[in-house]
């Protein structure tokens, strides 16, 4: 599988905190890649470090090809929109921002994909939790992007919402879309994942598929292999 | 797109009534309650003071605001992974919250035709209308820069204070400033709001257009400052202010 984005030697520093230590990794044409760890491990900084939005003290980002960096779909662990427009009106603005003009059945298509066509006039600020991840998902994946980024996507959700945002990234999946995923959720990850990546004290400190680190380390579930690697 | 993003940044805008009614109640209180007790040949004195005063407030300091919430909620984080550039990014905003601006300087205008029966002729109402949407766009390219260094509203407010009220207390908004210690009147001249309330004043009284066409031009070399010092200092992402 091709390389889509090379990540060489990443250190970044909060003041005099380390939170990322030399983090080498190559994300390929359709894997789905989870980034797991403790709270602080660094997980959202690599995220915003690969996607440009931080700034690293040394190494590279390289993507191939180079306009891939500006054409990636991203799910943010804040759900940030414009408040007072609608759930619509938020996709049709992000879609601009993309440079793509949404024609109304497009729109109406990509809000009842993500079941959100009974909101859609419903302004963002007034969207429950688990809509508003739903639609920040449909706005990271609403130009049709070839690889997604899903920062904690399940996280503060109710098990139905939670449920239902699971089955869209598995579907994402299906599609063939390279995605790169951080979650605690060990068992959204066993479903979803075909790399598991473990940050702790800013290294990788796993890296592979998830049934090959349970063998390696005899572990019957990925809850357990967290705990033997976290101390927990 | 431009004009898609353009539309539904306003549509948003004009949303809020309740931003509206205050940002209204501003410029229309002050030109009612002081009209009704000044005299005439002081109302276009008032009435320059009025419509500056609600650029300086309504394009400077409330955009000012606004963009430091939207960038703290995350959501220029989240356009900056897209193909916009800041520029591009900017120069929406501008537009965006000048036209805001613009349409309370029609009410206070209209405020001014209504109930005062201040009269303009048509030549140079349109020439206040391009004046006054120049500064609007310099005034909001400025509160662009300094939300690029405010971490929060508390600071933003802070910073829009600090700027807004020696322009205005160094301006000839309110009154004359030829009593004024020469080094004060000197300090009047490096600041963009005492050209746009020299350049409106002349317009409101119909004097002679060059002066204002001059100051008009200052104002645009204002504002093409801001904006490009606001496109080299914009901050994307929260927390990485430039006086953190």
């Given at each position: ?81 414009f408040p007072d427009l609608t759930a619509k009106e938020n996709i049709q603005i992000f879609a601009a921002f993309y440079r793509m003009k949404l024609n ?49 996507p399940t996280a503060s959700l109710d098990p139905k919402a939670r449920i239902h945002i699971k089955q869209l990234s598995a579907s994402l999946a299906k ?58 | ?110 405020v001014s035709i209504l109930f005062f029966e201040w009269s303009i002729s048509i030549f140079h109402f349109l020439i206040l209308i391009v004046v006054l ?112």
């Open positions: 599988m091709p390389i889509m984005i090379d990540v060489k030697n990443i250190v970044k520093r909060y003041g005099t905190k380390t939170v990322l230590n030399n983090i080498s990794l190559q994300i390929k044409q359709g894997e789905v890649i989870a980034i797991t760890g403790e709270n602080g491990a660094g997980k959202s900084t690599l995220l915003d470090i690969i996607l440009g939005i931080q700034k690293q003290e040394s190494g590279t980002i390289t993507y191939a090809p180079t306009s891939l960096q500006k054409q990636v779909g991203v799910q943010l662990q804040t759900t940030p929109f109304p059945i497009q729109c109406e298509v990509s809000l009842s994909e993500f079941e959100l066509q009974d909101v859609s006039h419903t302004l963002a600020s007034k969207l429950s939790g688990g809509q508003k991840k739903k639609l920040a998902i449909a706005i990271a994946t609403v130009y049709d992007p070839s690889v997604i980024f899903l920062d904690e599609k063939g879309k390279t995605i790169m995923l951080t979650s605690h959720d060990m068992e959204e990850v066993s479903k979803l994942a075909t790399r598991l990546l473990m940050l702790k004290n800013g290294r990788i400190v796993l890296d592979g598929a998830p049934e090959q680190l349970l063998e390696e380390h005899q572990k019957e579930d990925l809850e357990s292999l967290y705990l033997s690697i976290t101390g927990g | 797109m431009f004009v898609t993003i353009f539309l539904l940044l306003n549509k948003g805008i004009f949303r809020d009534i309740y931003a509206i009614i205050w940002s209204a109640l501003l410029p229309v209180g002050l030109l009612v309650g002081l009209g009704l007790y000044t005299n005439e040949s002081y109302f276009p004195q008032l009435l320059t003071g009025v419509l500056t005063l609600n650029v300086l407030f309504g394009a400077f300091n409330t955009s000012c605001i606004q963009m430091i919430q939207q960038r703290n909620q995350g959501v220029y984080k989240l356009i900056h992974v897209t193909p916009t550039s800041s520029l591009y990014f900017i120069t929406i905003l501008t537009l965006v919250r000048s036209f805001f601006t613009f349409v309370l300087t029609l009410l206070t205008l209209a949407t120049l500064g609007n766009i310099c005034f909001t390219a400025l509160s662009i820069v300094t939300a690029n260094f405010a971490r929060h509203e508390g600071q933003g407010n802070m910073l829009t204070n600090l700027i807004a009220f020696p322009m205005l207390f160094t301006s000839e908004a309110f009154y004359s400033m030829d009593a004024a210690p020469s080094w004060l009147q000197y300090v009047a001249k490096c600041m963009p709001f005492s050209y746009l309330v020299d350049a409106v004043h002349h317009v409101i009284q119909g004097n002679n257009l060059d002066v204002s066409l001059v100051y008009a031009l200052i104002i645009t070399a204002f504002s093409l400052l801001f904006m490009m010092f606001a496109s080299l200092t914009f901050n994307w992402n929260p927390g990485q202010q430039k006086l953190n």
